[in-house]
């Protein structure tokens, strides 16, 4: 028993010495593609989302993350006022638009 434990223990002068070198590259191979396939694409979106949001303006039309089909009446710093119907007006954060119509675009999705 005492020889499994032994065993079990450091490995000995020139028994493995590449192994560490091998372990290191693929750890960073499996980081390199951790960050191509998923941190930039998503910075990415997130860049092209803040860009959107940016860019509304009176007039266009909108979706609300709730579903909620609207136009743009006036525009703050982080707050929208919307109009629902006629003479309907509710105040909405910037962060809950998941599609943007522009003035004069045709209606569709634009994900």
Same mark, same amino acid.
């Given at each position: 028993?005492? +020889? ?8 000995? &002068? /020139?028994? /493995? /010495? $590449? =192994?560490?070198?091998? @372990?290191?590259?693929?750890? &960073?191979?499996?980081?390199?593609? %951790?960050? %191509?396939?998923?941190? #930039?694409?998503?910075?990415? #979106? ?15 039309? !909108?979706? @609300?993350?709730? $579903? ?5 009446? &006036?525009? =703050? =710093? *982080?707050?929208?006022?919307? =109009? !629902? &119907? ?7 954060? *910037? +962060? ?5 119509? *522009?003035? /004069?675009?045709?209606?569709?999705? @634009?994900?």
């Amino acid at each position: 028993m005492f +020889n499994q434990v032994l065993a079990m223990g450091q490995p000995q &002068a /020139g028994q /493995g /010495g $590449g =192994e560490i070198y091998s @372990t290191i590259i693929m750890f &960073a191979l499996i980081i390199g593609i %951790f960050y %191509f396939m998923i941190i #930039r694409p998503q910075q990415k #979106r997130q860049k092209e989302r803040e860009l959107l949001l940016g860019q509304v303006k009176k007039g266009d039309k !909108i979706i @609300t993350s709730g $579903g909620i089909h609207a136009k743009v009446i &006036a525009v =703050e =710093e *982080k707050i929208l006022l919307i =109009e !629902i &119907a006629d003479n309907v007006k509710v105040k909405i954060e *910037k +962060n809950s638009i998941s599609v943007v119509n *522009k003035q /004069g675009e045709v209606e569709g999705v @634009t994900q």
